[in-house]
């Protein structure tokens, strides 16, 4: 994987499998904030009020540099840390993966545990999928009214995404993703073609 992209899981999904008569049902998430991280967690008490655990891990951000594993009263490094390694095994971030145990009756051990946990992430990881996206960042275009024209036709022509539009009787602007990758080039193209004033902002 370059400097300019990551994989994030395809789908969110959930894989039921049981070990011992104990049952695990994982989950899997595309979350951009631990706020996303919390609301999925009390959804699923929600759904499971009875359930003997939930224990989950994930990672964030684009470098994937915010991340918890939280074993929900396992034994210490029993069920966060597994599940935390499928994920980077998968090498995805902005991704969540919870584990809801209904304990069997049944004791299973730390390892017995490592095992459940990490098979039960593993599965659900395969079954989300992953796919590739562009790192982007984001930037902010103004120009005089008399322009706008000029302008919105060099960002169709160009492929620029634009994310949000505004204008009044004196000037045009313009949130957009650009991929990173493509920065310096299309940094060169706006001075190069435009001769006026523009007002081009990294956001």
Request: aromatic share 10%; glycine share 4%.
């Amino acid at each position: 994987m370059s400097s300019f992209e990551y994989y994030n899981i395809e789908k969110n999904t959930s894989i039921l499998s049981k070990e011992k008569s104990s049952k695990f049902i994982a989950y899997s998430f595309l979350v951009r904030s631990e706020d996303d991280v919390k609301t999925h967690i009390e959804k699923l008490w929600n759904e499971h009020p009875k359930a003997t655990h939930i224990c989950y891990a994930y990672r964030l951000g684009t470098e994937g540099t915010k991340y918890r594993a939280n074993d929900d009263g396992e034994p210490s490094g029993s069920a966060g840390k597994p599940i935390l390694s499928q994920i980077d095994s998968a090498n995805v971030t902005d991704c969540l993966i919870a584990v809801v145990r209904y304990y069997g009756g049944t004791k299973l051990g730390v390892p017995g545990l490592i095992s459940a946990y990490k098979s039960a992430s593993k599965d659900c990881l395969d079954a989300s999928g992953k796919v590739k996206k562009e790192i982007t960042f984001l930037a902010e275009l103004r120009v005089d009214i008399l322009h706008s024209n000029d302008c919105m036709r060099f960002l169709k022509q160009n492929h620029i995404c634009i994310l949000d539009f505004n204008s009044t009787e004196a000037e045009a602007v313009w949130k957009l993703e650009i991929p990173l990758q493509q920065k310096e080039v299309t940094l060169q193209k706006f001075k190069s073609v435009y001769q006026w004033p523009l007002n081009l902002k990294i956001l």
